[in-house]
């Protein structure tokens, strides 16, 4: 019974923040939403039992992605608001679309079917606690699917590393070429 | 029944914990008053015992002045969510065998979430004043918890390999009530890191680069005033004392000491979280404030390789005894 009322209250508060995110005006109030909706989020994995994931979700989500964003917001300092020219010419022609598409993924709900179940059943995972039984699979079971995503990622960070490095070294200093410019090399370009 | 109970466990300690907060300023004044012969406050009571008081009753009747331009809801919430986010860590603190009001599995991981919820707080704080100085000061602080944060939280994880648990009871039992068993032994990097993050994390000398008072006026708190701006001062001793317990809890061995009290378990607890606040109090009479590039150049390129050499060191050490053993 408690359950199902928490349930059904962070369901509300994510769709109404989530409504909220995209529709007020300060973007910030808008990061703010999305703050709220997060902490809900992390409520619902709270209802499944996993406490290592309502963990990270704050410490990630909450406590070091949705920051960058506001820090963002800040530098970029939105004076007035963006005007861009709509993909659909008519707002309602728009909405009707929307609904459509609501209307077919509602639609295919009921095609939803449980799948088998595995070894690590509610009670499994209650007695071997959840970062203990995450962790497990992650690196027994899953080990291969959680390198390549390390790999990727690791991939990403070099990427935004070299973007990063050629804007600030210039155009005459040729900081991409040399892989490694030095600190002072730098600051004599500069 | 059981929640009636626990309510009264929740405002007994939250009773406890703000007088200690009101004297925990009192301590910080005194002590640096000494370190720079003076006296520190005398007035109010016999050698100023109820300054704390009174400071608390003047910034309750004082005026709560609203800056005519600031972001109005979010200024007024601001505070508030940096004191609910470090009352809420107090919750899973075990400060003896079974004194604890939430034994979760989770506990570290828990304190580093509200930890980092706090600093909405500041960053949000210094966005509504609409001020250039409480601006600037929310930048730093945001910049300074994020860079901060995964040193702290990668330092920890050789504390977490060692005990093999997140739970903070489990963490305290693992360690045995031997002097030798405490991890400040094994885990001397780790240790050190946690230290440096802590100081970063609690915005002290001499990382106090949100609220630079020679340059930022108050940093993200100039616009504040009366109660509000004594709030910010409660969530940051409150912050220092969850960072302080955190580091006795993990490096010190929480409640064990050399021999068991009666009636008041407890005391060990105490009293090494009084040493790391004098410690704290001592840094600040002590040390000149970082640069903001020296502070950014010691998080990223010094504590974080040093907490992840550590981790691996940690782990490989760990695994050679547990397969030699």
Request: proline letters at 4%.
């Amino acid at each position: 019974m408690f359950s199902q009322l928490f349930f059904g209250y962070c369901a509300l508060m994510i769709i109404v923040s989530g409504l909220l995110a995209i529709s007020l005006r300060n973007p910030v109030h808008c990061v703010l939403m999305v703050l709220v909706l997060f902490f809900h989020m992390a409520g619902l994995y709270l209802t499944l039992n996993a406490e290592f994931l309502v963990a990270v979700q704050i410490i990630v989500y909450a406590g070091a992605i949705l920051v960058l964003y506001l820090f963002v917001l800040f530098l970029v300092n939105l004076r007035e608001e963006l005007h861009l020219t709509a993909f659909v010419p008519n707002a309602w022609l728009g909405r009707i679309i929307a609904v459509g598409l609501a209307v077919g993924l509602i639609a295919t709900i009921p095609a939803f079917t449980l799948g088998e179940k595995g070894v690590w059943t509610v009670k499994a995972i209650a007695e071997a606690t959840h970062t203990k039984a995450l962790g497990q699979e992650m690196y027994t079971d899953c080990l291969l699917p959680f390198e390549i995503a390390g790999l990727i990622l690791l991939v990403a960070l070099i990427g935004g590393l070299v973007l990063a490095r050629r804007d600030e070294g210039g155009g005459e200093c040729g900081a991409s070429d040399d892989p490694e410019p030095h600190g002072d090399h730098k600051e004599v370009c500069r | 029944m059981d929640i009636l109970l626990l309510l009264v466990w929740i405002v007994i300690l939250f009773i406890v914990v703000m007088l200690h907060v009101a004297y925990a300023t009192y301590f910080e004044r005194k002590i640096i008053g000494h370190m720079q012969v003076r006296l520190g406050p005398m007035r109010v009571g016999w050698h100023g015992l109820l300054q704390p008081i009174a400071d608390g009753i003047k910034s309750f009747f004082k005026e709560d002045i609203i800056p005519e331009n600031a972001d109005r809801p979010i200024f007024l919430a601001a505070p508030i969510i940096c004191l609910a986010a470090m009352l809420t860590s107090l919750a899973v603190l075990p400060f003896a065998k079974g004194w604890v009001l939430a034994d979760i599995d989770i506990g570290l991981l828990f304190i580093f979430a509200m930890s980092s919820l706090a600093s909405y707080g500041v960053v949000l704080a210094g966005w509504s004043s609409n001020s250039k100085y409480s601006f600037l000061g929310g930048m730093r602080s945001m910049a300074q918890v994020i860079s901060y944060e995964i040193s702290m939280g990668l330092s920890l994880v050789g504390v977490m390999l060692l005990s093999g648990s997140l739970n903070l009871s489990a963490i305290v039992e693992a360690q045995g009530d031997r002097f030798l068993g405490m991890y400040i032994l094994p885990q001397c990097i780790g240790f050190f890191v946690f230290f440096v993050s802590m100081l970063a994390e609690t915005n002290r000398v001499p990382f106090d680069l949100p609220e630079a008072e020679t340059e930022l006026v108050s940093g993200y708190c100039t616009e504040y005033s009366g109660m509000r701006y004594a709030i910010f001062f409660m969530a940051e001793y409150i912050g220092m004392m969850v960072m302080a317990s955190i580091a006795t809890i993990c490096f010190l061995g929480g409640w064990h000491g050399p021999f068991p009290v009666p009636f008041f378990p407890p005391l060990w607890f105490v009293l090494k979280v009084y040493l790391f606040m004098f410690v704290f109090i001592w840094l600040r009479a002590t040390l000149p404030r970082y640069r903001y590039d020296q502070l950014m150049g010691l998080g990223w390129k010094v504590l974080i390789p040093l907490a992840l050499v550590n981790i691996v060191l940690t782990a490989c050490l760990k695994a050679v005894f547990t397969l030699g053993g």
